[in-house]
T-cell receptor
Framework: QKEVEQNSGPLSVPEGAIASLNCTYS??????FFWYRQYSGKSPELIMS????GDKEDGRFTAQLNKASQYVSLLIRDSQPSDSATYLC???????????FGTGTRLLVSP | GAVVSQHPSRVICKSGTSVKIECRSL??????MFWYRQFPKQSLMLMAT?????????EQGVEKDKFLINHASLTLSTLTVTSAHPEDSSFYIC??????????????FGPGTRLLVL
């Protein structure tokens, strides 16, 4: 079982729709969770971090964490073509300082 | 804030030569920096954790004698790929943690260095 799992996609949504990206993790003791966006040929860019169960909103982005289900998601409202990228879920596991990345979900937003 | 730079952004070298990549935190001090490698269509793989003033911690399978890491100051870490071979061609990305930030675990990434070994 991979430590951090994501559906590779592509996830295709029309412009203006809500994109929902999901991630599961195996280390039940994980406390820190991050979503990064990576455009092709570029390095990852931090979108959001979340540490507590529930929702955290920042502009069009909402991160959701459910530690009991070991599940973290990212919602993008009013999706724009410029949101088309690969979204990486990353987790810091128990006792470690290093990020473990999922393989990423490719999002395609069509005009 | 929290800007990380890398130099060079692209490098082409001949097989057998060494290449040094610099990673700098521009507006904060980073006691810990991380080096990642990303092959096409794959996710980031951590190579090593670099701590200022001490030896780097390498991930399993990463040759420490081939990938030399030096973290001599709180704003600079370097990765040297020694005796590079075509299979070392990849996208090398560093990240840094801002220990004085509200979220001390957040890593900020540099723009990456694309290495091509001929």
């Amino acid at each position: 079982q991979k430590e951090v799992e994501q559906n590779s996609g592509p996830l295709s949504v029309p412009e203006g729709a809500i994109a929902s990206l999901n991630c599961t993790y195996s280390d039940r003791g994980s406390q820190s969770f991050f979503w990064y966006r990576q455009y092709s040929g570029k390095s990852p860019e931090l979108i959001m971090s979340i540490y507590s169960n529930g929702d955290k909103e920042d502009g069009r982005f909402t991160a959701q964490l459910n530690k009991a289900s070991q599940y973290v998601s990212l919602l993008i409202r009013d999706s724009q073509p410029s949101d088309s990228a690969t979204y990486l879920c990353a987790v810091i596991g128990t006792g470690f300082q290093k990020l473990v990345f999922g393989t990423g979900t490719r999002l395609l937003v069509s005009p | 804030g929290a800007v990380v730079s890398q130099h060079p952004s692209r490098v082409i070298c001949k097989s057998g030569t060494s290449v040094k990549i610099e990673c700098r935190s521009l507006d904060f001090q980073a006691t810990t920096m991380f080096w990642y490698r990303q092959f096409p269509k794959q996710s980031l793989m951590l190579m090593a954790t670099s701590n200022e003033g001490s030896k780097a911690t390498y991930e399993q399978g990463v040759e420490k004698d081939k990938f030399l890491i030096n973290h001599a100051s709180l704003t600079l870490s370097t990765l040297t790929v020694t005796s590079a071979h075509p299979e070392d061609s990849s996208f090398y990305i560093c990240s840094a943690r801002d220990v004085l930030a509200e979220s001390t675990e957040t890593q900020y990434f540099g723009p990456g260095t694309r290495l091509l070994v001929l």
